[in-house]
């Protein structure tokens, strides 16, 4: 499957982004799909991930400003996020869990400023 992230951008602390990845077939069928991010000079490190049936978990460094959807009729993953800190920045990934390497895509940059 392909996967195609989208909705990065520069955005002031506090504000807020929505991302999107939009997979090139259907993902009904993927048990678990994940967001993953990675800063420079750091791992790449996961952030959200959501099952078929909706369940979520989330770093703890997200939790309860990031929140992870799917709409398996369009065959897309979102991430919203909130009440951005400079330390989001990274570019983020989707994926599914566990990551498989060639689903890695482009992904989108995040900047916060402070």
């Known amino acids: 499957v392909q996967l195609v992230e989208s909705g990065g951008g520069l955005v002031q602390a506090g504000g807020s982004l929505r991302l999107s990845c939009a997979a090139s077939?259907?993902?009904?069928?993927?048990?678990?799909m994940a967001w993953y991010r990675q800063a420079p000079g750091k791992q790449r490190e996961l952030v959200a991930t959501?099952?078929?049936?909706?369940?979520?978990n989330y770093a703890d460094s997200v939790t309860g400003r990031f929140t992870i959807s799917r709409d398996n009729a369009k065959n897309t993953v979102y991430l919203q996020m909130n009440s951005l800190k400079p330390e989001d920045t990274a570019v983020y990934y989707c994926?599914?869990?566990?990551?498989?390497?060639?689903?890695w895509g482009q992904g989108t940059q995040v900047t916060v400023s402070s």
């Open positions: 994926n599914v869990k566990p990551w498989r390497d060639p689903y």
């Open positions: 959501i099952t078929t049936r909706g369940s979520t």
């Open positions: 077939r259907s993902i009904f069928s993927i048990d678990v």
